[in-house]
């Protein structure tokens, strides 16, 4: 037979469709098709996992596959964030993007080898939580302003600890010491649960973290609160000032956790993940983790991520500067 006759074409171009079936298909395979992997860019104890873990269980009922969590900490965040940018963008990888990531190492950090802004996707904003300073209990302070003069007297002798490099409470004490004039040493650990292990033992003297990682500590007498970050008091410490009330007018500062997925990822998967995180965020189980913590949850759609990281990173760039906030 002629090999060029109208049943040999058609029996070429039957062979030609079936190889290129299988790729066709996972092409419009359902999404999620396997597990999904949560990066969190600090150890365990830390309100960041606090946030990842609460809503990743809801989103693993939700969406009939596993959503775990997977600490992965050190190097600022940037250890996370660089294996977070390089998997595949298919909806089953994704990371908790926060304040220092997002907002502060863009501007502290020299050498990222990735561009935040370029090589990822919002997602949405899951929630914000108060910053809460607070102090060992021995040092002799019962208040904001009795610390401050008792650090403006002890120069060099107080160390501060933080869960790393750019993470909210280093960004915090930073920001503390810029605007009150206090000395203290920065000692940055790999997330908030190693570096309350020496707080707690006062080893370390001071630190600011999230309500949920310290309201425990203050509660049992163990950790002294002398101060929150919000413009407002928090109903969880209604007899604990906020810094703008100490004459610190216009002092603001709180962590944010939102959820990012690689540059690339179709965007109906973000879509459908930002769908998703907001039914969580409102299912009782989170809005009542969250309320106990005075935690803010978010779930508003990917553009409103993306302008609300551009504003945090106009402010951070500024007080990087002024502060001279640096990795070291």
Same mark, same amino acid.
């Given at each position: 037979?002629?090999?060029? %006759?109208?049943? %040999?074409?058609?029996h ?10 299988? @790729?066709? $298909? ?9 597990? !999904?992997?949560f990066?969190?860019?600090?150890? *365990?104890?830390?309100? #960041? ?33 660089q294996e977070?940018?390089?998997a ?6 994704l ?9 502060v =190492? ?25 910053? /809460? ?5 021995? !040092? ?18 107080? +160390?501060?600890?933080?869960?790393? =490099?750019? #993470?909210?409470?280093?960004?915090a ?8 004039? !206090?000395?203290?040493?920065? !000692? ?9 292990? +020496? ?20 509660? #049992?007498?163990?950790?002294r609160?002398?101060? /929150? ?8 410490l209604? +007899? ?20 990012? $997925? *690689? ?9 459908r ?10 299912? #009782? @189980? ?9 935690? /803010?949850?978010?779930?508003?759609? $990917?553009?409103?991520? @993306?302008?609300?990281?551009?504003r945090?990173?106009?402010?951070w ?5 002024r ?6």
């Amino acid at each position: 037979m002629n090999p060029t %006759t109208p049943l %040999t074409r058609r029996h070429t171009l039957a062979l030609a469709g079936a190889a290129l079936l299988p @790729a066709a $298909a996972q092409a419009q395979a359902p999404w999620p098709s396997k597990a !999904i992997r949560f990066i969190v860019p600090f150890a *365990p104890g830390g309100t #960041s996992e606090i946030v990842a873990r609460s809503v990743s269980a809801e989103l693993s009922k939700q969406l009939g596959q596993s959503v775990y969590v997977e600490n992965k900490p050190g190097a600022a965040g940037v250890i996370a964030m660089q294996e977070a940018a390089k998997a595949p963008p298919d909806g089953h990888t994704l990371i908790l993007g926060h304040v220092g990531t997002l907002a502060v =190492n863009p501007y502290m950090l020299t050498n990222q080898p990735y561009d935040v802004n370029r090589d990822f996707m919002p997602v949405t904003l899951l929630a914000k939580v108060p910053n /809460v300073f607070v102090i060992h209990p021995d !040092i002799p302070a019962k208040n904001f302003q009795e610390f401050v003069a008792y650090a403006k007297k002890n120069i060099g002798k107080l +160390d501060y600890g933080s869960a790393g =490099n750019a #993470s909210a409470g280093h960004l915090a004490m930073e920001y503390l010491k810029l605007v009150t004039g !206090i000395s203290l040493t920065h !000692i940055p650990y790999r997330g908030t649960g190693p570096q309350l292990v +020496d707080l707690l033992a006062g080893r370390t003297h001071a630190s600011s973290a999230g309500l949920p990682a310290l309201g425990a500590y203050i509660r #049992s007498g163990k950790l002294r609160a002398i101060a /929150v970050g919000t413009q407002q008091r928090i109903s969880a410490l209604p +007899d604990v000032p906020t810094v703008a009330e100490m004459g610190f007018k216009d002092f603001e500062t709180s962590q944010w956790y939102g959820m990012m $997925a *690689p540059a690339g990822t179709p965007p109906e998967i973000v879509k459908r993940l930002q769908e998703e995180s907001y039914k969580a965020l409102k299912s #009782s @189980a989170v809005t009542e983790r969250f309320a106990t913590d005075n935690a /803010v949850g978010g779930g508003g759609p $990917a553009s409103e991520f @993306a302008a609300f990281i551009k504003r945090e990173q106009s402010i951070w760039k500024d007080i990087v500067k002024r502060a001279n906030i640096t990795a070291a």
